[in-house]
């Protein structure tokens, strides 16, 4: 069964563009990692500050790869001091119909 996680950035306002460009190359970067399902980025409507990652991983061990690339590292320290609150991370478990 894959995992999926999902997680909220709040970023800071005099951040947000720098810190949307370092996600962008952080997504194309890991879609193409083996065991990366989904890796999207998104922004709220309602919060524009707000960055939400989708995540889909094939098993714990690409997740564990991914934390270990390079690009992740570089990610990273480019958003290092972004975020006006600790990112909230979700990982979620399907509910049956």
Known sequence: MSIHIVV???VKPERLE???AAFAELADQTRREPGA???DVFRAQEEPCTVVLVE???DQAAIDTHMK???TARFLDQVR???ATP????HLDPVSA
């Open 37 to 39: 399902t989904v890796f």
């Open 87 to 90: 990112q909230v991370v979700l």
């Open 56 to 58: 889909e991983w094939a």
């Open 69 to 71: 690339e390079p690009h």
């Open 8 to 10: 909220r950035f709040d």
């Open 18 to 20: 720098s810190t949307l």
């Open 81 to 83: 001091d972004a975020f």
